[in-house]
């Protein structure tokens, strides 16, 4: 399942030395879960903030992820499954032939 987390900094640590701890860790533990296929990709936003996607098994799963991200503590997350639109697509479509609002039910691209 796939997960579209984006994400705001809401605490500011103190110092300049803890900021710079906070992303160096945040970029190796990026790196680390993009290479196990947990993470698809991460982006910030250009005036703050930004969105990871997951691929995981579960909500618990992806909790477990989003604690363990070193930016974590300092964020608040919205969290909003995702899926790919061209199977989104197919199944409204099929679940309109089966509500007989699209009776042909055929492929008209």
């Known amino acids: 399942m796939k997960y579209y987390a984006t994400g705001k900094q809401v605490v500011y640590p103190p110092d300049y030395d803890t900021k710079v701890m906070f992303l160096r ?10 290479e196990e296929g947990v993470l698809e990709c991460a982006y910030s936003f250009t005036a703050g903030g930004g969105f990871l996607v997951f691929d995981v098994a579960s909500h618990e799963e992806l909790v477990r992820y989003l604690i363990d991200f070193p930016m974590y503590p300092l964020c608040e997350f919205k969290v909003e499954p995702i899926i790919d639109f ?15 609002v699209y009776p042909n039910g055929k492929n008209e691209n």
């Open 25 to 34: 860790n945040s970029i190796n533990w990026i790196e680390a879960r993009k």
């Open 86 to 100: 061209n199977r989104n697509s197919e199944l409204i479509i099929q679940e309109f032939v089966n509500l007989g």
